[in-house]
């Protein structure tokens, strides 16, 4: 057998001090018996651990009389209240970090000057925008009003003339130099779409024709080829002018739009679901200015929501059935003209139960997102 | 069946504040830990309690290790405070001076080596050495040896140069 190495000869001499039996190996006593060397190192290696214990021996600690061993109830005590500290300090740290959370978020949120919806059926609503961009961004209500109602007017005594007999042919049911008048304003309104608030206003405003003395024909039908969607319009615009007629038809709260022509007033919710052929939905609490169809898109349905510190909501909505022109595969159909003050106007897309909804605001679009999930049949 | 802490702190205290001991080097500060150690193994069922104390001062110990370089200065102020019952100065000098070498001794072996010579002092036997260490269990006398023999030579050049100088 060979020598004996460091380890074995390591633990023949531990297991000897243990008396624990000693190897299993018994060849190691055997060569032990035989070989002079490994008796002599494990003598040495014997010396060098009764050494070993005996330097550590000299370091203990020393340890005041009395005190050598306390009573095992000062470590229950010191547990008890290591874990008393321990709960109160965590739940305190758990506190002052929510309360940072809340006090962070809470900043952030006020310094992005988010809308805020404290009440699901009064929907106060806070606009991002200060009111003095948001005034700039629309004219004045009474402003509005005073417009259309000349529009509307003359629109009535334009309808009221084709039933005469004297229909116009399809496209051009009103001529010539109100017409062009009021397609100049319209061009004017469009051009200014570039220009300063105030100044689109002023256009708009010097534009509009006096409604007693020049009855202004609404321009319409810019898709004359489609006969379909002609005679739609001819049946929209012989229902009786109502007070939803009176509401701004030209200027929404998104500014001056070069589409507005292309839509058509609904006079009530019935008719706009019944064009649309299901239930709409619209934001509870805010009231509802107009319902509005388009006759090239039937099934298409947008609605203006005032909102409480201005600007309005609309909604654009048709079933998820509906045939779709590539205009609503884009995204939206009333929302294809960019706006002027496109910076602060903000579109989200959903889909609730079965119909495809666009909602547009001048406002934020987490406040839209906000918004919208709140909408409801 | 659940641990019976307190017949394991009866049993371990004194083997265990001496093996902290040697590592802090601080009667107060080493009693300190090994109830701290109790205090976290309170809440534990191991299956070998006095392995598991032992493993719990070991960390406790290296944690202080490092507290300790940043409070060198301030443990350095306590100690120099006599405490009510403290030995005679002329005592407490001597067994400082002694503590000092075998310290001094100590800190020439390698971490590992010096952790199983303290393991095998505290009455470990190989296969403990070998789980508390994650040493193989072939390794462990060959590293005690190796741990022995070290601190043994450490500690007479220590002693023989405390000698010459006088």
């Known amino acids: 057998m060979r020598h004996l190495d460091d380890g074995q000869i390591a633990e023949l001499i531990d297991s000897a001090d243990r008396r624990t039996g000693g190897p299993a190996d018994r060849g190691i006593e055997s060569h032990l018996s035989d ?3 490994c008796r002599e190192r494990v003598e040495e290696a014997r010396q060098i651990a009764a050494r070993a214990r005996s330097i550590l021996a000299t370091a203990v600690p020393v340890a005041p009389a009395g005190t050598v061993v306390p009573p095992f109830d000062e470590i229950l005590h010191r547990a008890g209240q290591g874990r008393r500290g321990g709960k109160g300090g965590g739940s305190l740290r758990w506190l002052a970090w929510a309360a940072t959370l809340v006090v ?3 900043l952030g949120w006020y310094a992005r000057g988010e809308l805020r919806v404290t009440s699901p059926r009064a929907a106060p609503v806070a606009v991002s925008q200060p009111a003095a961009e948001a005034d700039a961004i629309q004219p004045k209500d009474d402003e509005r009003r005073a417009n259309l109602r000349d529009t509307a007017a003359a629109r009535n005594e334009q309808v009221a003339r084709g039933a005469g007999g004297a229909v116009a042919p399809a496209g051009r049911l009103a001529e010539p130099a109100a017409p062009r008048l009021e397609a100049g304003a319209q061009r004017e309104g469009l051009a200014s779409r570039d220009r300063p608030a105030e100044e689109a206003k002023t256009a708009a405003a010097a534009a509009a024709p006096p409604a007693p003395s020049a009855p202004a024909p609404l321009p319409v039908a810019r898709r004359a080829a489609d006969s379909g969607a002609a005679a739609r319009e001819l049946r929209l615009r012989q229902a009786p002018v109502t007070e939803a007629e009176q509401t701004p038809l030209t200027l929404g709260a998104t500014g001056q739009r070069a589409d507005v022509l292309d839509r058509r007033i609904v006079t009530t919710r019935e008719e706009a679901e019944r064009v649309m052929g299901g239930r709409l939905v619209s934001l509870d609490g805010l ?3 107009t319902y509005y169809v388009l006759p090239a898109e039937p099934g298409v349905i947008q609605t203006e929501q005032r ?9 654009e909505q048709w079933r998820a059935n509906t045939p779709r022109s590539q205009v609503q595969q884009r995204g939206g159909l009333f929302f294809q003209q960019p706006m002027a003050d496109s910076a602060t106007v903000a579109a989200e897309s959903l889909q609730i139960d079965g119909l495809k ?6 406002i934020s679009a987490d406040s839209l997102r906000v918004l919208l999930r709140r909408l409801r049949r | 069946m659940p641990t019976d802490w307190a017949e394991v702190y009866r049993a371990t205290y004194a083997d265990l504040v001496r093996f902290l001991y040697r590592k802090v080097w601080e009667t107060d500060r080493a009693q300190d830990l090994a ?4 205090v976290r193994a309170l809440d534990h069922d191991p299956d070998n309690p006095r392995a598991f104390v032992f493993t719990v001062a070991a960390n406790l110990a290296r944690d202080e290790a490092r507290a300790a370089v940043r409070q060198r200065r301030h443990l350095l102020l306590i100690r120099g405070e006599p405490a009510p019952s403290a030995p005679a100065p002329d005592q407490e000098l001597e067994v400082k001076e002694r503590h000092r070498v075998v310290q001094r001794a100590l800190e020439q072996l390698t971490d590992r080596d010096r952790e199983v010579l303290l393991l095998w002092d505290a009455g470990f036997d190989y296969d403990e050495i070998a789980a508390q260490t994650g040493l193989a269990r072939g390794a462990v006398g060959t590293t005690l040896s190796r741990a022995r023999r070290r601190l043994v030579e450490a500690h007479a050049a220590m002693e023989g140069r405390d000698a010459a100088l006088g």
């Open chain 1, 104 to 106: 962070a978020g809470g």
């Open chain 1, 287 to 289: 009231p509802i200015d």
């Open chain 2, 35 to 38: 109830q701290e150690v109790f």
């Open chain 1, 35 to 37: 070989c002079a060397a």
């Open chain 1, 307 to 315: 909102l409480p510190r201005g600007g309005t909501l609309e909604l």
């Open chain 1, 357 to 362: 909804i666009v909602g547009r605001a001048p």
